[in-house]
């Protein structure tokens, strides 16, 4: 049965949280933010939807080795899975003008992490200088890249806006929205319960569960 909550919590996660994009994305294009914007905002924040609910719900329920784990898990597989995978299927060609500062961000952000984990808590104060800290890059990275002669990845960012866009009616897109947003919730809530069930059986720690499946 645990098998099957974590199961179906990857589904509902996964389904939950592309609704919820392409929702999102309608409602942004219908305020009439630019493509760019809403690439570097919209796109980027609900794409990681379904990591922040889980986190949230871990943290609440009283795991939070699977809210961290989750975390840096997730940034391990993007880099070493995901963009090695890609790799080894087609060479991937990278202009380093267009990463350069968006990678130095990335670094800073996993350093600032582990610098306060050395603490023993990531607190309300931390947390609050990590949001304060994203909101002043997005403000800054959209403001390079609206000059005069904006960066190669002012065109990825607009590409990723246009990517989720359909000719769809605004009540349709609320409700993907909120029928998006449900999916996480409970899809969370079915992960984390699985997860946690699952390590406590296999007799390891929740942080090894957040770090690798969740």
């Known amino acids: ?15 939950g949280g592309e609704v919820l994009v392409r929702g999102a994305v309608t409602i942004s294009r219908r305020l009439g933010l630019s493509p760019l914007l809403i690439g570097m905002t919209v796109v980027a924040g609900a794409t990681s939807a379904p990591e922040l609910v889980v986190s949230v719900d871990a943290a609440l329920g009283g795991s939070p080795d699977i809210a961290l784990g989750n975390v840096v898990g997730s940034n391990i597989v993007n880099v ?23 990678a130095a961000a990335m670094l ?11 603490t ?17 890059y997005l403000a800054w990275s959209y403001h390079l890249e609206v000059t005069d002669e904006p960066p190669p ?26 029928g998006g947003l449900a999916a996480l919730v409970v899809g969370s809530r079915l992960l ?16 090894v569960i957040g770090l690798t499946l969740v």
């Open 192 to 207: 984390v319960t699985g997860a946690t069930g699952i390590a406590r059986d296999f007799g390891i720690s929740e942080a």
């Open 120 to 136: 023993g808590e990531v607190g309300r104060i931390a947390g609050g200088v990590f949001v304060l800290a994203l909101i002043a």
């Open 1 to 15: 049965m645990l098998y099957v909550s974590a199961l179906a919590g990857f589904v509902l996660l996964f389904g």
């Open 108 to 118: 800073t952000a996993m350093v600032a992490l582990a610098m306060v984990a050395t």
């Open 80 to 102: 070493l899975a995901v963009l090695g995978i890609s790799a080894l299927i087609t060479p991937i060609v990278v202009q380093p003008r267009a990463i350069r500062r968006d």
């Open 153 to 178: 990845s002012a065109e990825r960012h607009a590409r990723e806006g246009d990517e989720f866009g359909s000719a769809k009616t605004v009540w349709r897109a609320v409700f993907e929205l909120a």
